[in-house]
């Protein structure tokens, strides 16, 4: 018997370096832990995401006959009581035996560990030692390769084991390895249920609430969603498809919903949305989605740049930079996504998604260098690159959410510029933000929910004179590449608010993180719960919402001047 356990850990061991991770290529659907479901797109496979309440050694009784995978940081991985509740799988799997396996365990500081308990039936992954100041103590990135590198089934059983803190993370890690878009055939339904073994709890084998399992359910079918959208090619998620799905959404979520299209755009003063749209066979497009509850003490507006496909414009983006623009529509996949969770787990102020949607086309109406147009702020601008598209539409939604919805938070997410990449990397977001409090929260959020993001200057004296025009208001584009490029193209957003806007203004650059390789993340999503938190009668979501406390002695002389 020990001969063939010790084959069993020689043949199961995989070293998992913590590159950037790859989301499985068969599509999925997630399950709702409500009777209520989400719109369903053509050409999602089904696939079900079930986060368990309950006791954890009974959750793994009633799933003997799944594939498992039991995840965390070696040293909980240690836990004698979780040896005891991993033996509830079945008489192959003893205690002694998964102890055996942990001891076997290696992880480096960037690198998980793989070791199989029973052949490929049951395996255990120490994730890597090593979580620096700027990661997510959960390390959401390496238990989602970790999720996607097990052994496949139609029927998986995951068993997180960590801190009540790393929960939301986790559970949020956990669900972006299951994207939900694809045209392939002959892929089958997959069934996976998730369980926690939380260490700190007084009794780590409790497990989830229903509130906690409802959440996590309900943020992970969001994700899925938003992963759907941004995979989807344009023929499919173009700028029709994209505002019915909205518009089915809200009616699901007893919302309403506003709508402005084609050349009522241009009627009404939406020079930055048309002129990007206007080339397109299909109309571009205003879309809002409103959540009005009884006692609501203000209002927050996400607005989200929706550019279904950019080929550049006349400013056409060569044959190799063009493939995957499909992806310029991921700001506002994760606010739709964000919005639709948030109202399902309460949220109680108002609270309204913008989506500022367009395809960035070639033809006889697209916009041409040196054209000028009027953006909603009736501020002018000069077009020197057809391919700063994104800021134009992003322009036109944050002064509709100012001046229009009243907000007293307004936040824009959008896949802006490819130098996020190079000044945050492929795993934070940028934001950029006129209020510090605010920016430290967006850090804390973003590694309480795995969407990790980080600061870039918000210094318009310094950058906004990139965009000087001798016959307009502004340029839309920089005279300068290596000037703070990202920070620069978030300035002409908040420009058309006017830089003495005095209420809170957050901008999220997420070109990097909305994607991993050939697959959407999700990115967005779970920022926004965790961020906006404290508004939600989730008790998961107030317990991952930041604090919004003066962060420094400079911060606090900062806002006395």
């Known amino acids: 018997g020990f001969f063939l356990l010790q084959r069993a850990f020689s043949y199961g061991r995989i070293s ?4 950037a991770w790859r989301p ?6 997630f399950f ?10 053509e050409g999602d496979l089904s696939v079900e995401v079930n986060f368990i309440a309950g006791n954890v050694q009974t959750v793994l009784g009633q799933n003997k006959e799944r594939l498992c995978l039991v995840a965390g940081q070696l040293s909980a991985l240690h836990s004698p009581k979780l040896a005891t509740v991993i033996s509830q799988l079945g008489s192959f799997v003893s205690a002694e035996t998964f102890k055996g396996a942990v001891s076997m365990l290696q992880p480096g500081t960037a690198v998980s560990d793989t070791c199989s308990v029973y ?3 049951v395996m255990v992954v120490a994730l890597p030692t090593m979580v620096s100041r700027h990661n997510s103590p959960a390390l959401p990135h390496a238990l989602s390769q970790a999720v996607i590198r097990a052994p496949r089934g139609n029927e998986r059983l995951v068993v997180v084991v960590c801190p009540k803190s790393q929960v939301f993370a986790s559970g949020c890690g956990v669900s972006r390895a299951f994207p939900r878009y694809n045209q392939r055939s002959g892929a089958s339904t997959t069934n996976v249920n998730v369980t926690f073994f939380i260490t700190d709890a007084a009794d780590p084998t409790v497990g989830l609430s229903e509130e906690e399992a409802q959440c996590l359910t309900v943020a992970a079918k969001s994700i899925g969603m938003s992963q759907s959208i941004v995979d989807r090619p344009c023929n499919l998620m173009h700028t029709d498809a994209f505002v019915d799905l909205a518009k089915t959404i809200a009616s699901e979520l007893n919302c309403s919903t506003t709508v402005v299209r084609g050349k009522e755009l241009e009627e009404r003063g939406f020079g930055g949305i ?10 571009p497009a205003l879309v809002v989605l409103s959540h009005r509850p009884a006692g609501a003490k203000q209002t927050v507006a996400w607005v989200g740049k929706g550019i279904v496909y950019d080929t550049g414009g006349l400013a056409l983006k060569p044959k190799t930079s063009m ?18 969770a948030a109202v399902k787990l309460g949220f109680s102020e108002n609270l309204h998604a913008v989506l500022c949607l367009a395809e960035n086309a070639i033809g006889p109406e697209a916009t041409r260098p040196d054209d000028v147009h009027v953006l909603y702020s009736q501020k002018t601008v000069e077009i020197n690159n057809p391919d700063a598209e994104g800021r134009l539409v992003l322009g036109d939604g944050v002064v509709y ?3 229009d919805l009243k907000a007293d938070i307004i936040l824009d997410m959008a896949t802006l510029t490819g130098a996020q990449g190079i000044a945050t990397g492929r795993y934070h977001g940028a934001v950029l933000c006129n209020n510090e409090m605010w920016e430290d929260a967006c850090c804390e959020a973003g590694q ?12 318009p004296e310094l950058h906004f004179p990139e965009f000087n025009s001798a016959i307009a208001d502004m340029k839309n584009s920089v005279a300068s590449r290596d000037n703070a490029q990202s920070s620069c193209a978030g300035l002409f957003i908040g420009s058309h608010l006017g830089f003495n806007f005095s209420k809170p203004w957050i901008h999220v650059d997420m070109a990097a993180p909305v994607h991993c390789g050939e697959r959407a993340t999700g990115y967005g999503v779970a920022l926004l719960l965790a961020l906006f938190g404290s508004s939600s009668s989730n008790s998961l979501l107030k317990s991952t919402s930041p604090a919004l406390v003066p962060s420094s002695p400079l911060a606090k002389r900062r806002r006395d001047s």
């Open 448 to 459: 309480t929910s795995g969407d990790l993001v980080f600061p870039i200057p918000y210094c």
């Open 401 to 403: 959410a100012q001046k």
């Open 119 to 121: 052949l490929k039936k």
């Open 32 to 41: 709702h832990h409500t009777a209520s479901s989400m719109a369903h797109l």
């Open 24 to 29: 499985s290529l068969t599509s999925r659907r």
């Open 274 to 283: 048309y002129g990007v749209g206007k080339a397109a066979s299909r109309p």
């Open 323 to 340: 493939p995957g623009m499909k992806r310029d529509c991921g700001g506002a996949a994760g606010i739709l996504g964000g919005f639709a």
């Open 16 to 19: 998992q370096p913590t590159r």
